[in-house]
């Protein structure tokens, strides 16, 4: 099986019905990264910068962060690499920070919350980011976001920063493009207002299905009591993607959900076009697209949205099956 999928890399990702599909990875290692021509992967769809701060053993300065974003630019080779900013808080903490405890730390000062009260260091990850890419492409995503206001503060630290770096004469990202996650659901409400600020958009399916049915994403006693394959899942991120598709903005879904092939092609028959998984998931769902009628399965997801099944993983499985 891995030799096949080691054939498939320099086959296009595209349906049996001739439709592309973008395949990116996610990556927070340089060891990830290196897999990014091995997979065949059109770019990093979801770099964690959390991970190298994570496994330092002290807050990396200006000149490190410079560093360790250059490297990942380095070897992706040109391709892509969509940047979140610190993801931190919850279970994700650093040795060398201090936070307070929250009873609900997945819904506690995490992320974005934490950059907005602590300004000096968004704005110098966005410095070391700049300054990474220098004359290149840069995209920024904020993960974690919840209000409009949110990527107003942070636009404009962003833009603060562009502004003095092109003071200083030095040579700045091109193009720079902003994307939020949608991981919380009340960005759902808001996204005619996010769509006009951002230039793309990227689910975070792991978070967002936490917060969407109330449910510990770790708890291993609620592992198997809601499925992304509800019809309530599966309506609401029909709703996501139609709305980005009507602005015009391209959107990605980038957690795990994206890295298995069935839950993959209930998200291309939704209208979902980019996927980015961890560089596992890029063989079998690179499979999976090469052998869907993406036409067939989209007719098909419409008949289900709204019926009352907890789940439709199995449903959706025979179809699978019985279409190749
Ligand atoms: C997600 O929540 O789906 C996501 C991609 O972010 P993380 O897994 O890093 O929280
Ligand atoms: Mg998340």
Same mark, same amino acid.
Not at 1 to 6: D, L, P, T
Not at 72 to 78: F, M, P, Q, S
Not at 116 to 128: F, G, K, N, S, W
Not at 259 to 272: E, I, K, S, V
């Given at each position: 099986?891995?030799?096949?999928?080691?054939a498939?890399?320099?086959?296009? %990702?595209?349906?049996?019905?001739?439709?592309?599909?973008?395949?990116? !990875?996610?990556?927070?290692?340089?060891?990830?990264?290196?897999?990014?021509?091995?997979?065949?992967?059109?770019?990093?769809?979801?770099? *964690?910068?959390?991970?190298?701060?994570?496994?330092?053993?002290?807050?990396?300065?200006?000149?490190?962060?410079?560093?360790?974003?250059?490297?990942? =630019?380095?070897?992706?080779?040109?391709?892509?690499? #969509?940047?979140?900013?610190?993801?931190v808080?919850? @279970?994700?903490? !650093?040795?060398?920070?201090?936070?307070?405890?929250?009873?609900?730390?997945?819904?506690?000062? *995490?992320?974005?919350?934490?950059?907005?009260?602590?300004? %000096?260091?968004?704005?110098?990850?966005?410095?070391?980011?700049?300054?990474?890419?220098?004359?290149?492409? =840069?995209s920024?995503m904020?993960?974690?976001?919840?209000?409009?206001?949110?990527?107003?503060?942070?636009?404009?630290?962003?833009?603060?920063?562009? %502004?003095?770096?092109?003071?200083?004469?030095?040579?700045?990202?091109?193009?720079?493009?902003?994307? #939020?996650?949608?991981? #919380?659901?009340?960005l759902?409400?808001?996204?005619?207002?996010?769509?006009?600020?951002?230039?793309?958009?990227?689910?975070?399916?792991?978070?967002?299905?936490?917060?969407?049915?109330?449910?510990?994403?770790?708890?291993? =006693?609620?592992? @198997?009591?809601?499925?992304?394959?509800?019809?309530?899942?599966?309506?609401f991120?029909?709703?996501?993607?139609?709305?980005?598709?009507?602005?015009?903005?391209?959107?990605?879904v980038?957690?795990?959900?994206?890295?298995?092939? =069935?839950?993959?092609? %209930?998200?291309?028959?939704?209208?979902?076009?980019r996927?980015?998984?961890?560089?596992?998931?890029i063989?079998?769902?690179?499979?999976?697209?090469?052998?869907?009628?993406?036409?067939?399965?989209?007719?098909?997801?419409?008949?289900?949205?709204?019926?009352? @099944?907890?789940?439709?993983?199995?449903?959706?499985?025979?179809?699978?099956?019985?279409?190749?």
């Open positions: 099986q891995m030799q096949s999928y080691a498939l890399r320099d086959l296009p %990702a595209r349906t049996k019905d001739g439709v592309d599909i973008a395949m990116l !990875l996610n990556a927070g290692m340089l060891a990830d990264l290196t897999h990014v021509e091995e997979a065949g992967a059109a770019g990093i769809g979801l770099y *964690r910068t959390e991970i190298p701060f994570m496994i330092r053993s002290a807050y990396p300065d200006l000149k490190s962060q410079v560093e360790i974003y250059s490297r990942a =630019l380095e070897r992706a080779g040109g391709r892509p690499v #969509v940047f979140r900013t610190l993801d808080g919850g @279970d994700k903490r !650093l040795p060398y920070f201090s936070y307070d405890d929250d009873e609900n730390p997945a819904m506690g000062w *995490r992320a974005m919350r934490i950059s907005i009260d602590r300004p %000096a260091m968004l704005r110098q990850q966005l410095r070391a980011m700049i300054r990474a890419a220098a004359g290149r492409p =840069l920024v904020f993960p974690m976001v919840a209000e409009v206001a949110e990527i107003d503060v942070a636009r404009a630290v962003l833009d603060m920063e562009i %502004a003095r770096e092109e003071a200083a004469g030095r040579p700045l990202p091109q193009p720079l493009s902003v994307g #939020v996650m949608i991981e #919380v659901p009340s759902f409400w808001q996204l005619d207002q996010i769509l006009q600020r951002v230039d793309f958009l990227s689910v975070g399916s792991n978070d967002l299905l936490q917060f969407f049915f109330a449910s510990d994403r770790g708890s291993p =006693l609620l592992a @198997d009591r809601y499925d992304c394959l509800s019809p309530a899942m599966l309506c991120l029909r709703g996501i993607v139609e709305k980005a598709d009507a602005a015009g903005k391209p959107i990605t980038c957690g795990e959900m994206a890295g298995r092939p =069935l839950d993959a092609m %209930a998200l291309l028959a939704l209208g979902f076009r996927l980015s998984m961890n560089p596992a998931g063989g079998p769902v690179k499979s999976m697209v090469r052998s869907l009628d993406l036409a067939q399965a989209q007719d098909y997801i419409l008949t289900l949205l709204h019926q009352p @099944d907890h789940s439709l993983r199995r449903k959706l499985r025979s179809f699978a099956k019985d279409y190749g």
